[in-house]
């Protein structure tokens, strides 16, 4: 998990992200019938994700964690290859976007 992903599921928008990497995946199986299939629910995915307002969180999580000293670089690293300061900063950036409200999409 990045730390980016923490934020998003501070939003409960990780699990549509999780189907959009799914699917990603899956899109480049060599079956056509799975290949198929898995860009449709991409498709679907992508679809709840702007519904959900996903692109305005996206930002806003950015835009915060980079108030708190984060760059996006860093917010694209896994959790674990953090050292313990980023690593905080990552987790009260989680808190604060799961304090603030839902932007409206």
Known sequence: QTALDRMMSARDIATIINR??????DMTDPDPDVMSKAM????KAMQDFD?????AAQSEAISMAASLGLPQEVMEQQLGTLSGGPRRRAGASSWRASCSP???P
């Open 102 to 104: 839902m932007p409206t």
């Open 51 to 55: 519904k959900a307002g996903g692109y």
């Open 20 to 25: 959009i990497r799914k699917a990603e995946k």
């Open 40 to 43: 449709t629910r991409y498709d």
